[in-house]
């Protein structure tokens, strides 16, 4: 038996003691594939308007919002040309104020996407930056002279394939950017792009936005000797291009933690904000960006259950490592699935994708749900003549470079195009879309909807679910067994990671009663000394 606990800080039992990012739920909107309401194929921002009961019935807390500010739309939306306001595709801003009264008059929240590490190349920044060499921007993006053959500075590779470096004929330099080549990256060593940034975000707080979600948060500063990036000796064949090195000079550089207290501290002028970071890094790594006093991000996302195996003793013992490192008094926070990777039904099978909500709704921390994981959304099939995601096109065939499969529309019912649209939309809906849909799924208690519906209502209910502490109490053979508690209130939860039925004893869970399975049929049931879980099964026991 292994066991976990909470780090050892004041701590109050109450959910309402404790701030909404701590206590709720993010539901991640990608606008793109969210309800299109113009007719022309594309999700809209009076489309989200129009879809908050569904938000509001599954009980979510807080909409993060994907990109939709004014933008070519090279990476779609991740390539900004103005911070300010919001892309025709997606509506207004007025619709956008209207977003924000609509989600606060419903108890909810808005977490705005911010795109710092980089603008799009038609920017007016970068439009300005890039005409001369003596011109009020001309240092705001990070150039270079060529190397002594002519060519690129150092070996910096993009993250979308080939070279990191762009040719600009007017200054006689090279650019770097770490995406798209219309995407150049800001320098952020420049104290007069800190401050403008900042005034971005003083923009979107002063309208009543809730926080942001910092998109490549750990990019922002590269090596100011601009040394090559080493080798990577792990790397294969087939694998792309861009793991042939290390990013060690281009990601995660000292003096990257100053900028994220920066941008705490603008979040800080206003009431009651949440910064989140976009951290793909080891767990020791991501705590570090908590700040040395708490003073950095509220919650580095931890993406471990898309990077790690899943099983039980891996997750479980992600749990442990991921308490033990935390800093005194921070937050810990799960993700399941989000607009860059695989779906998890497809990732672990719709069974187990069952499993695994169980787990994201009811682990110590603020979960964030990916629109369409509710309903069990698998993988969308692309055809190759209607791929879209540059990266994809980039590299074609490689594993994880389709994001396309993770951005297919929502699926609303079985009317046309399944309620999203009333034509063909951007992406291609997934099979089977006439029956996968929400209001299939509202009308079936025992759907992938009405689960999750039933645990976020359990969170709310128990306060050892919303802000209890945790101890693994079992992490083997397929089993993954914790404990929450706040105060009085306990509940077990215990989950089947694998594909065989386990009997076990469990003297935690001895007494209680079960008050959600992930296969249904056991409501109500008591523990006894010994207790049978089904193959890719879950349970939620409430203890005295």
């Keep these: ?28 909107v990608y606008p793109w594939s969210f309800q299109d309401t113009t007719g022309d194929g594309i999700g809209d921002i009076p489309g989200i308007l129009a879809r908050l009961d569904h938000l509001a019935e599954l009980g979510v807390d807080a909409v993060w919002l994907s990109p939709v500010y004014v933008s070519p739309m090279a990476d779609f939306g991740y390539d900004v040309a103005d911070y300010r306001d919001v892309d025709p595709r997606f509506g207004t801003l007025a619709d956008l104020d209207r977003l924000i009264a609509a989600l606060h008059a419903r108890g909810m929240k808005l977490i705005m996407d911010f795109v710092p590490n980089h603008t799009s190349d038609r920017h007016p920044w970068f439009v300005e930056s890039a005409s001369s060499r003596t ?19 150092n070996n910096w590779r993009s993250m979308f394939g080939g070279i990191g470096w762009e040719w600009s004929q007017p200054r006689g330099q090279w650019y770097y950017h770490a995406f798209l080549k219309e995407q150049p990256d800001l320098d952020w060593r420049n104290p007069a792009v800190v401050a403008a940034m900042h005034d971005v975000l003083r923009f979107w707080l002063a309208r009543g936005v809730d926080g942001f979600r910092v998109d490549v948060i750990w990019h922002l500063l590269k090596d100011p000797a601009f040394r090559d990036n080493p080798p990577n000796p792990d790397w294969r064949p087939g694998e792309p291009e861009v793991r042939r090195i290390l990013q060690i000079m281009t990601c995660d550089q000292p003096g990257i933690l100053d900028l994220v207290e920066g941008f705490r501290r603008v979040l800080d002028e206003y009431d009651d904000r949440v910064l989140i970071g976009e951290l793909y890094l080891t767990i020791e790594r991501l705590c570090a960006y908590y700040g040395d006093h708490l003073d950095g991000a509220h919650l580095p996302f931890n993406f471990h259950l898309m990077m790690d195996p899943w099983d039980a003793e891996t ?12 800093p005194a008094g921070a937050w810990p926070n ?6 860059d990777n695989p779906r998890v039904a497809s990732r672990l099978g719709p069974a187990q994708a069952r499993v695994a909500a169980m787990f994201l709704l009811t682990a110590r921390g603020t979960p964030t749900l990916f629109q369409g994981d509710e309903i069990g959304l698998p993988n969308g099939v692309i055809p190759p003549e209607r791929v879209r995601d540059p990266q994809e096109k980039n590299e074609p065939g490689l594993p994880g470079h389709d994001r396309d499969i993770a951005r297919t529309p929502m699926q609303w019912d079985a009317g046309p195009f399944a309620g999203f649209s009333t034509v063909e939309p951007w992406l291609p809906l997934v099979p089977g879309w006439e029956t996968r849909n929400v209001a299939a799924q509202a009308a079936d208690p025992a759907s992938m909807l009405s689960l999750h519906r039933r645990l976020i209502a359990l969170r709310r209910a128990h306060p050892a679910l919303a802000v209890g502490s945790v101890r693994v109490l079992v992490a083997e053979a397929g089993l993954l067994a914790y404990e929450r508690r706040a105060g009085d209130d306990r509940v077990v939860v215990m989950l089947n990671l694998g594909g065989a039925l386990i009997e076990t004893r469990l003297a935690e869970a001895d007494g209680g009663q079960i008050v959600l399975s992930a296969r249904g049929g056991r409501d109500g049931e008591i523990v006894g000394a010994r207790i049978t879980l089904a193959a890719d099964d879950g349970l939620v026991i409430a203890c005295d």
Excluded: K
């Design 315 to 326: 997750v479980g013992g992600l749990i442990e490592e991921y308490e033990r490192r935390l």
């Design 1 to 28: 038996m292994t066991q976990a606990t909470s780090p050892d800080t004041p701590f109050s039992p109450d959910p309402a003691d404790h701030p909404w990012w701590r206590r709720g739920v993010v539901y991640q």
């Design 334 to 339: 799960w993700v399941l699935g989000n607009h």
């Design 135 to 153: 011109n009020p921007r001309a240092d705001w993006y990070i150039w270079r002279d060529p190397a002594p053959d002519g060519g690129p500075p």
